[in-house]
């Protein structure tokens, strides 16, 4: 395992197909306070997520990461970037409950 690997993760598309699965993966919170989405009914928290060791597939908008270990879900809504090493993006987690 990587130094830095929090997380093995799987990638899907919006439909739920799966796009590659066992992806090692830093996932860093980003300190903000709650984001409130849709009009304030619906919290959110953001993180920035690190491949490390692949560099494709590129996540787009609308895919997500599935935490393999713990189902938790990690929405993409940044435009990827993209090195000769690793990727980076930035993903919504929502909470499900009104903080």
Not at 78 to 94: G, M, N, P, Q
Request: with cysteine; hydrophobic share 35%.
């Amino acid at each position: 395992m990587n130094l830095f690997q929090t997380s093995m993760m799987t990638l899907k598309d919006i439909n739920e197909a799966v796009l590659a699965t066992n992806l090692p993966c830093q996932v860093d919170t980003v300190n903000l306070p709650w984001n409130m989405e849709a009009q304030g009914s619906i919290p959110d928290d953001w993180f920035d997520i690190y491949s490390l060791g692949w560099i494709s597939p590129v996540p787009s908008r609308g895919n997500y990461f599935v935490d393999q270990a713990t189902g938790t879900k990690y929405q993409v809504f940044s435009v990827t970037a993209s090195y000769i090493d690793h990727l980076e993006c930035r993903v919504t987690r929502y909470a499900g409950t009104t903080p």
